[in-house]
């Protein structure tokens, strides 16, 4: 009976090592997620950019497209003998200055497409805190120009949200599948039954190619699968969905998608 008992303790052992090392080999679904910036209203300019560049190279998702001037404008050094982004920034939109251009593109990117380009950029401001992008505004104009956004522009913008209410969550918090989807702004780059853009993969028949819980990975971890012919474009779409949207969103939307065939 010993005898028994310990084949049967060694298959169960066995057989959980084998599972812990399948699960160990499976690449976790991670999603970015925004840090807190602590910087008070004295925070000094330098500080403020050191911020914004921490957003730059992370969770913005910047440098998927703005590193080299391929897919976007390049913001690190001169694009096309127009200078740096700190320097043209107060040239693009009259009357507008280069704090208030900067934080526009951010808010409404398509309010303004530099030409040559395409209108892909997402609403930054939908995908991290507004103190955030403001920080993101300071090291934009530290690239060859003057830094005039200041820690009480952060403290506000970081207050902004509770006094407005926006702190419902993302769609207010909403499980409809369409309005996550024009919270996502997804048809900036997709098409979807006929309305959107073709930057992206049309999504009308995506359940015919996906089923729901590849949908769903796709929207938690979009570096996971490049959809072939759009590997040019791979780093486009932003990484914090999965943090953004609450798991019944993300069930809703996936299911949405999944549907069509």
């Known amino acids: 009976m010993w005898a028994t008992n310990l084949k049967v303790i060694g298959v169960v052992l066995g057989t959980l090592f084998v599972y812990t090392l399948i699960c160990n080999k499976i690449p976790q679904m991670q999603s970015e997620v925004p840090q807190k910036i602590t910087l008070g ?10 911020a914004g560049e921490k957003v730059f190279n992370g969770v913005g998702g910047c440098t998927a497209c703005h590193g080299l001037g391929t ?34 593109s951010l808010d409404q990117p398509t309010a303004y497409v530099v030409s040559g380009y395409q209108p892909i950029m ?33 403290q506000a913008a970081a207050a902004a949200p509770a006094a407005s209410g926006a702190a419902a969550g993302f769609a207010g918090g ?4 369409k309005a996550l989807i024009k919270e ?36 938690v971890d979009p570096g996971s699968d490049v959809t072939k012919g759009f590997e040019s474009f791979a780093g486009v779409m932003p990484k914090t969905f999965g943090t953004d949207m609450n798991a019944a969103q993300l069930d809703a939307l996936a299911q949405f998608l999944a549907g069509h065939k």
């Open 41 to 50: 209203a004295n925070a000094t300019p330098d500080q403020i950019a050191a």
């Open 184 to 219: 996502a702004g997804c048809r900036n780059c997709h098409m979807l039954d006929g309305e959107g853009q073709t930057i992206a993969p049309d999504l009308t028949h995506v359940g015919s190619r996906r089923d729901a819980a590849a949908i769903r990975k796709k929207i």
């Open 122 to 154: 997402p609403r930054i401001t939908k995908l991290v805190p507004a103190d955030q992008a403001w920080a993101l505004v300071a090291y934009l104009e530290s690239q060859g120009g003057t830094i005039d956004v200041t820690g009480a522009d952060l």
């Open 174 to 177: 909403s499980t409809d599948p």
């Open 71 to 104: 897919r976007a404008p390049n913001l690190l050094t001169d694009e096309k003998g127009t200078g740096q982004i700190g320097v043209r920034c107060a040239k693009r939109e009259p009357g507008k200055t280069c704090k208030q251009y900067l934080f526009e």
